[in-house]
């Protein structure tokens, strides 16, 4: 092409990266370019994309916005028109000024086709409409229609568009195409070919975004059948994410597999806890029994994707063992009575008699071990009885393998927030031995212990038995709840409310989606109860107070406030 | 107020004619067809498509229909219905291709108010209204009929359009395993 004469240029438009385009008549103004999502690369804008930005629903199975386009379920066809240009180069205008638009003599994809400026896409045509119901016509060709056994049942697309788009009769009175059905398709998944839609969202999922191109499709026409590369399992750390972004039931989670109809689940913005990266989570819970947890789009942190360590990790929660009745030599003392007591008073001879104890505690005397785990709130807390004691504090490490995608090296969630209001010893976990040998000079006679079995971390139980006073909270029994004195049977975060920070400073609140079991309480309750009888002074008594009494106090969470939060977060100075 | 008592005026008061004519009307009735019926020994015969009591029923192969979809569960407006989905531990179903049905499914006949919408929504046509009226029970937790209960008094649905066996048989027609 190099010898090809240049062709005469007129002096260019003031560049501009934004372009106008009429949807449905309303005119809306869009970037030019959008970043591709897997390599960030400037992609021209398309036609679905302007659909969006002008809240107009366009039907899809293949496109998604965090994958790159394959434009083949063919449910996005929309039609559209240009500026008409006449044989002299310029645009046609009707009487009255505007340009002519030509429309296109075929319907184009929404999904793959580029902007261009003064393009008219139209999605509320008849010929739209009977595309659609003729996409989804072809759709249902092959499909076993089995619902009634289908997990997706209640949030599947070829449900929603039937409904929406769709014909209400099937005229199709041939045998099915049946294909392979419960095919185990790796540890996690199970595959049914009959119900796949073809539209390879899963394959692109694993190829572009985890790098792990494990998935493909064989065989021919309608017998093409989605199937895993032979001699190889899907088994990375992220392919419950294809369950997800799966339209249909083709691909269903085994942990999740009949376990609930998703109709009955009440979804609760939480936060996955299994490392520091902080991925926004909706927890699915029916009548206090949590059943799923799912990725939430947050795209400061986890996009729309969530790996499967952190997706399984929800069963301990429901655990029969946990912690249930607050335990304290007070309230062993009442006994017999001590049956009658409600659990409120139990709590409040509990929390009496240990600020009893730490009032008349000398200087020095304390130690905290404060597990990574606990909520910025709780770690201000007890950073703050920390201050007023004197006490010598920290945290456990828990540095283990990370991956280059989602998963922390640091499996605490909440680290950040630990060093920020300064529990945490700089490294994290320099000052355990530090207080093993205080226990063991017989110079440290107090120990309080959240959600940490210090036994594990280098306190073993004989120190721990030369002590005058244990004060441990936990959710699951381990050896440090069985030797102490003062047990407080805490909440995981699914019982309560609070903020993690993440691993890069982002603040984010977690919502409550169950309810404790037996007497646990949040333990920002006790602790505020505990803080203020110890220093005096009554500190937020609501979890949005105490957010914003803490960001006034801790210098890293200046500026925030619980409900500027927002459901996505905010970042923290770090 | 006051009302007036009105005064008797001689036919009345000879007293005979009144009770003569009460005698009329007991002989008449006498002589009448009887409407009382012997219950409970004998017992009202209901007619075609009444809302009695919702019992499962199994297929002519004694398949169990209901496959743990819990749209009844959904629909149901005094929420008496309560199924236990199988899971991946649970039983597996009678037939294979069908790939679940209930661990439990109870209903709690206290609750229940016969309308005939777990009839209507289920998709498997494993639940109907019945012709039973008079539930009985000692306890409340005798009222909460479980899955085995059910089932028996439900008893066998001819089925003319047998879903699942016709999808069995389509596949393996094609060499498919079902």
């Known amino acids: ?574 | 107020m006051i009302v007036k008592r009105k005064q008797l005026n001689l036919w009345e008061r000879l007293y005979l004619p009144a009770v003569i004519g009460g005698f009329k009307v007991t002989l008449r009735h006498f002589f009448r067809k009887k409407v009382t019926m012997q219950y409970p020994e004998e017992r009202w015969v209901v007619p075609e498509g009444y809302r009695g009591a919702p019992y499962l029923v199994k297929d002519q192969d004694g398949n169990t229909k209901c496959v743990s979809c819990q749209l009844c569960e959904f629909v149901c407006p005094p929420k008496a219905i309560r199924i236990t989905p199988p899971g991946s531990t649970g039983p597996g179903a009678d037939r294979s291709n069908a790939e679940k049905m209930p661990r439990e499914f109870e209903i709690n006949m206290l609750r229940c108010i016969f309308c005939g919408f777990c009839q209507e929504v289920c998709p498997e046509e494993a639940i109907f209204l019945m012709k039973d009226y008079s539930l009985n029970g000692t306890s409340r937790a005798e009222m909460i009929y479980n899955k085995e209960k059910l089932l028996a008094l439900g008893g066998v649905h001819n089925d003319p359009i047998r879903k699942w066996k016709h999808k069995a048989d389509e596949a393996r027609s094609q060499g498919m395993e079902p």
């Open chain 1, 1 to 574: 092409m190099s010898t090809a004469t240049p062709i005469e240029t007129k002096p260019a438009p003031p560049p501009s990266d934004k372009l106008k385009v009429r949807v449905n008549g309303k005119e809306v103004e869009v970037p030019k370019t959008t970043p591709d999502p897997v390599s960030g690369k400037p992609l021209p804008t398309t036609m679905i994309q302007a659909c969006f930005i002008a809240k107009v629903e366009v039907p899809h199975y293949c496109y998604h916005p965090k994958l790159p386009v394959s434009g083949n379920c063919r449910m996005c066809l929309v039609e559209f028109g240009t500026p008409a240009i006449g044989p002299d180069r310029k645009p046609i205008l009707n009487p009255d000024g505007t340009p002519k638009i030509a429309k296109a003599p075929r319907p184009a994809i929404a999904c793959a086709t580029p902007l261009s400026p003064g393009m008219e896409i139209y999605t509320d045509t008849p010929t739209v409409k009977l595309m659609r119901a003729g996409v989804l016509e072809f759709l249902l060709i092959n499909h076993p229609l089995d619902c009634p056994i289908c997990d997706q049942a209640g949030e599947c697309k070829l449900q929603e568009y039937s409904v929406d788009y769709g014909q209400s009769e099937s005229r199709f009175v041939e045998a099915k195409v049946h294909k392979p059905k419960r095919v185990d398709l790796g540890p996690r998944i199970v595959l049914d070919d009959e119900r796949c839609i073809l539209c390879t969202r899963c394959i692109r999922f694993t190829r572009d975004i985890v790098g792990d191109d494990a998935l493909g499709i064989v065989n021919r026409g309608s017998h093409n059948t989605l199937t895993a590369y032979p001699g190889r399992a899907f088994d990375n750390n992220y392919t419950l994410n294809t369950v997800d972004i799966c339209p249909v039931g083709a691909l269903t989670s085994k942990d999740f597999r009949f376990q609930m109809r998703v109709w009955f689940l009440k979804e609760t913005k939480s936060l996955c806890t299994s490392c520091a990266t902080g991925c926004n989570t909706v927890i699915g819970s029916r009548e206090e029994k949590i059943y799923r947890y799912e990725p939430r789009e947050n795209n400061a942190v986890n996009g729309s994707w969530m790996c499967d360590h952190g997706r399984l990790n929800y069963k301990w929660i429901g655990r029969e063992d946990r912690l249930r009745e607050v335990c304290s030599p007070q309230s062993t003392a009442l006994s017999p009575q001590s049956a009658v007591l409600s659990p409120a008073e139990r709590w409040a001879v509990a929390v009496r008699g240990i600020a009893e104890k730490l009032k008349h505690a000398p200087a020095g005397s304390v130690a905290m071990i404060v597990s990574a785990r606990q909520t910025n709130e709780e770690i201000y807390l007890l950073a703050k009885l920390a201050r007023a004691l004197g006490a010598l504090t920290d945290s456990v490490p828990r540095i283990l393998e990370g991956d280059r995608l989602l998963l922390s090296a640091d499996r605490n969630p909440n680290s950040t927030g630990a060093r920020l209001a300064g529990i945490a010893a700089d490294p994290m976990g320099a000052n355990l031995p530090k207080i093993a040998e205080g226990i063991r000079s017989g110079h440290i006679r107090t120990l309080i212990v959240l959600g940490e079995d210090v036994t594990r971390h280098g306190i073993g139980a004989d120190l721990l038995g030369k002590l005058e006073t244990l004060i441990a909270s936990d959710i699951l029994p381990n050896e440090t709840t069985r030797l102490a004195h003062y047990l407080l049977p805490g909440c995981a975060h699914a019982e309560k409310r609070g903020t993690f920070t993440s691993t890069k400073g982002r603040v984010q609140k977690f919502m409550k989606a169950v309810e404790p079991p037996g007497d646990a309480r949040p333990e920002w309750e006790f602790l505020r109860e505990l803080a203020s009888q110890v220093t005096g002074q009554a500190g937020a008594a609501s979890i949005e107070g105490l957010f914003n009494q803490m960001a006034g106090e801790v210098p890293g969470f200046h500026g925030l406030t619980w409900s500027g939060l927002g459901d996505t977060g905010a970042t923290a100075t770090i």
